[in-house]
């Protein structure tokens, strides 16, 4: 509120240290999202070098992202609650190199192309405590379902989200 107040009223503003003679933000980073809808078909266990192929500016970021595990996860192994019947949930573990402030969201097409996907949509990527091949950041999140006697899954690189450090000032007054 007290900023608004700087912003909107006239610059006689006066606080207990003085009077203020300009008001100005430096912002460190911000977010930019890319849509990306890139198709991937692994058999569970199989790996991804890298994602992109450096050719589009989402590219430059994907190829930071090495996909290291397709999981699996049954009814019975009590890892992800709520798995509907007849299916198995995958899960997705990645690092990202050089620890890259990438965030990709992956769903399996299944998932995508179900009527469930609007209540399907969360962020349930954590960081794991082990460290990737290459010795970065490695994270597992969920992606989706598939059939249950499925040996491989099918899934898309949906969106990318990549933190930039621009470090920009705005003066307001």
């Known amino acids: 509120m007290l900023i608004a107040d700087l912003v909107f009223k006239d610059k006689d503003f006066v606080l207990e240290n003085g009077k203020i003679d300009s008001l100005k933000f430096i912002v460190k980073s911000k ?6 809808r890139k198709k991937f078909n692994l058999k569970f266990g199989e790996n991804i070098n890298t994602l992109g192929n450096g050719s589009e500016e989402w590219g430059k970021f994907a190829d930071k992202i090495i996909v290291e595990d397709i999981v699996e996860s049954r009814r019975d192994d009590g890892i992800i609650k709520n798995i509907p019947a007849g299916k198995k949930a995958v899960l997705i ?3 990202t190199l050089h620890n890259a402030s ?10 995508l192309l179900s009527d469930e996907f609007p209540d399907f949509i969360l962020d ?50």
């Open 124 to 173: 349930s990527t954590r960081l794991l405590d082990e460290k990737g091949k290459n010795g970065f950041n490695k994270y597992e999140t969920i992606i989706g379902y598939v059939d249950e006697e499925a040996e491989s899954v099918e899934f898309e690189l949906f969106d990318l989200a990549v933190d930039f450090e621009c470090n920009e000032e705005y003066v307001l007054i």
């Open 102 to 111: 990438a965030y990709p969201v992956f769903y399996t097409t299944e998932t």
């Open 93 to 95: 573990r990645y690092e």
């Open 31 to 36: 977010r930019k999202y890319y849509l990306v």
